[in-house]
């Protein structure tokens, strides 16, 4: 089916592991971001992708890596997992960034989330 | 300061009332306002977007936004039960910004 999915959809690791959280998009979307959502927070953008190969760093970008080689595919690593990175992650994809924040494209997809769990 | 407040609630409006959510944000150069609607344990959901001044309806949810005063609302009339969630208003600069979110119950 057409969509945006995201695995796993729970993870408990263990501090200094590394964890690879996938993104899988069949829209063909140029935009792909990957966001964490925590109490007190809300949705924090931590990388995002305008294009395979284009990456640039959001928010809260610090102990993560991105990759996008492509277009359908953005996964999120965590070299190194600290407490602090316990978290439900959301991956996201738009067709076009300037259509969507200029409100000409209400098309941010969100997938599923995954519950991340860092002991 | 964080670029996007709202009031965490949680509000609680019997049903068949009026339900408002309450938003303001800090960069005047922002030019896109969407109100998401995140069910427990569920991803958020695009219910309603604004970009000019003003009022926009599309069914029982009402946006409203004024940039002079850097605010944003969201309305709902005639709640239900099936509006109770978590309603996340996000604004757009160079960035796309989301509050904290509003806990909403209707209570049957």
């Known amino acids: 089916d057409a969509g945006i999915t995201q695995s796993p959809r729970y993870k408990i690791t263990e501090t200094g592991r590394q964890v690879t959280l996938m993104c899988h998009q069949t829209w063909s979307h140029s935009y792909m971001f990957w966001y964490r959502q925590d109490l007190g927070h809300g949705l924090r953008l931590i990388y995002y992708s305008a294009a395979a190969d284009i990456t640039d760093k959001g928010e809260v970008p610090d102990g993560y890596v991105v990759s996008r080689s492509k277009t359908e595919n953005f996964p999120l690593t965590l070299e190194s997992a600290t407490r602090s990175q316990t978290s439900v992650y959301f991956c996201a994809s738009s067709e076009s960034q300037y259509r969507m924040l200029t409100g000409r494209d209400t098309t941010l997809h969100f997938g599923n989330g995954t519950r991340l769990t860092v002991t | 300061q964080k670029e996007v407040e709202q009031n965490s609630g949680p509000l609680s409006v019997p049903e068949g009332a009026i339900a408002s959510l309450n938003c303001t944000y800090s960069?005047?150069?922002?030019?896109?306002f969407f109100w998401y609607r995140q069910y427990s344990g569920k991803s958020p959901e695009l219910i309603m977007f604004?970009?000019?001044?003003g009022d926009k309806e599309d069914g029982r949810f009402t946006a409203q936004l004024n940039k002079a005063s850097q605010y944003v609302s969201l309305l709902i009339r005639d709640s239900q039960p099936s509006d109770s969630a978590t309603y996340l208003c996000?604004?757009?600069?160079?960035?796309?910004?989301f509050g904290t979110g509003t806990s909403l119950t209707v209570i049957p």
């Open positions: 604004i970009y000019s001044n």
């Open positions: 960069d005047r150069g922002s030019q896109s």
């Open positions: 996000a604004v757009s600069s160079n960035q796309f910004y």
